[in-house]
């Protein structure tokens, strides 16, 4: 049962483009959002993150929109640069319950010179 | 400030033979998760510990698998009899508090069974 799910597992985006990564989640108990960037042979490093009383959080060219009645967000990276091609994973916890994260299976961006 | 270390960065054994991996914390972070990605999934979570304690281990399979945070050392997770359905990237990751986003991931143990 995925409770976290990124259902497109790679996308390429033009070089200055904008980069639109979607995700959605079934548990509705979740109220913390978090998206990670992972290079290869790396781990994943935190990105941008998303209280469920917000519906936008930015960060320079990073902006993470959550639409809570559609169980619903996406990170936004605009303009994309070509050091943006990683995997990127969407994250979400129930905070006041038991505090773990639980994972998507990725989405592999690709930037296109 | 080094980032968080796991050794070894990869791991070959035969099936039914012990596998150990180590994660050095950050400095000034009390509190290490472990995480197991199988190939083609997202991370989940297996433990989490602070030191000398087992917070969590909700998602640590029943058998075979344990975690320790001794007073001084790594972290290590270790795993019994290994089987090819264990070959996985372990990760470890750490934190100073309970925030979520402060997890500090290391790169990972590729554990390869043959």
């Known amino acids: 049962d995925q409770q976290v799910k990124q259902n497109s597992p790679s996308l390429s985006v033009q070089e200055g483009r904008i980069s639109i990564l979607n995700c959605d989640y079934t548990?509705?108990?979740?109220?913390?959002f978090l998206w990670y960037k992972k290079y290869p042979a790396e781990g994943p490093t935190f990105l941008i993150s998303?209280?469920?009383?917000?519906d936008k959080n930015e960060d320079g060219r990073f902006t993470v929109f959550l639409n809570k009645s559609a169980k619903h967000l996406s990170l936004h990276i605009v303009p994309s640069q070509p050091g943006d091609s990683a995997v990127y994973f969407c994250?979400?916890?129930?905070?006041?319950?038991?505090?773990?994260?639980?994972f998507g299976k990725g989405t592999r961006l690709h930037i296109l010179p | 400030n080094a980032g968080v270390m796991q050794n070894p960065r990869h791991l070959v054994r035969r099936r039914g033979q012990e596998a150990r991996l180590r994660c050095s914390p950050m400095?000034?972070?009390?509190?290490v998760y472990w995480y197991r990605q199988l190939p083609e999934e997202g991370l989940k979570f297996m433990v989490y510990?602070?030191?000398?304690?087992?917070?969590?281990e909700s998602g640590m399979p029943k058998e075979r698998f344990s975690a320790e945070f001794p007073k001084e050392g790594p972290s290590i997770l270790r795993i019994q009899q290994v089987v090819r359905g264990d070959s996985a990237a372990y990760f470890c990751?750490?934190?100073?508090?309970?925030?979520?986003?402060?997890?500090?991931f290391g790169p990972g143990t590729r554990l390869t069974v043959t």
């Open positions: 990751a750490s934190s100073p508090g309970q925030e979520l986003f402060e997890q500090y």
């Open positions: 400095k000034g972070h009390s509190h």
């Open positions: 510990l602070q030191k000398e304690n087992i917070i969590d």
């Open positions: 994250a979400a916890s129930a905070v006041n319950r038991d505090d773990k994260i639980i």
């Open positions: 998303i209280s469920s009383i917000k």
């Open positions: 548990n509705s108990m979740f109220d913390y």
